[in-house]
């Protein structure tokens, strides 16, 4: 019989854009870009829209700002795929620079010193996450195989339950008992874990300032991951007890 006091092994799963990598805007949307070739017509987006948002769910959003009566079923799929397009267009301009955010690195080398694996819940598709991770030199910090992507659902907490159900099979766990920590910028990122019912860590590298993220019931929020590795980690402690 398994003793339910015994945790299984610890996770940290990050959100990407504004938590693990800073990012450069384009000038107009990758999505508007994507939407007007498609349709003939631009879908504006606020900022507020984006953050937060998953791939599909901004896709289809636009896609029934410009087209009655719009199918996402029959063309998401071809949206994100052009979308995916986009961000190979602009990496081999180099129009798409990507970096670490600050203290990414030192709470990485942390984990990787417990043995404790990251892997990523995120907005982008699977292609994008993958090249953005790639051009801020992080990709092999992170376990892609259980991640969850934003071409594989609307809703960011259907992502977040994807990874844990994942994490677990990737490491032959219960996960109900895997120590998991999720770290993102966003209040969306705070209500996905809150609803799956995991701690979560805000950082203000993002859309969002430490006063605002504040208000969202975060476990920690934070300036910036710089000189707090272990206080991250310190959300894990009671979970391992």
């Known amino acids: 019989m398994t003793d339910p006091t015994v ?4 996770i940290v799963i990050w959100d990407l854009d504004g938590t693990a990598i800073t990012y450069r805007n384009p000038k107009r949307s990758r999505y508007s870009i994507v939407l007007s070739r498609h349709f003939g017509q631009l879908a504006e987006f606020d900022e507020a829209e984006l953050v937060g948002a998953t791939d599909a769910g901004i896709l289809e959003l636009g896609m029934r700002r410009v087209v009655d009566g719009a199918d996402p079923k029959d063309l998401l799929p071809v949206l994100l795929r052009s979308l995916d397009l986009e961000m190979r267009r602009e990496l081999v301009a180099k ?21 404790i694996p990251n892997s990523v819940v995120t907005g982008n598709t699977f292609y994008r996450a993958t090249e953005k991770l790639t051009s801020a030199g992080l990709l092999n910090r992170f376990d892609m195989e259980w991640g969850a992507y934003g071409d594989e659902a609307t809703q960011r907490h259907e992502l977040v339950e994807t990874c844990l159900r994942r994490a677990a099979v990737r490491l032959r766990a219960d996960r109900d008992r ?9 209040p969306a990122d705070a209500q996905a874990a809150r609803r799956v019912g995991i701690p979560v860590v805000l950082v203000a590298t993002g859309h969002y300032t430490a006063e605002q993220l504040a208000d969202y019931g975060a476990d920690l929020v934070l300036e910036s991951l710089t000189g707090n590795g272990e206080r991250v980690l310190e959300v894990l402690a009671p979970q391992r007890a």
């Open 7 to 10: 945790r299984e092994p610890s």
């Open 95 to 115: 129009e798409a620079p990507y970096e670490p955010c600050a203290g990414v690195d030192e709470l990485l080398d942390l984990c990787a010193a417990g043995n």
């Open 178 to 186: 895997l120590a998991t920590v999720m770290i993102g910028d966003s």
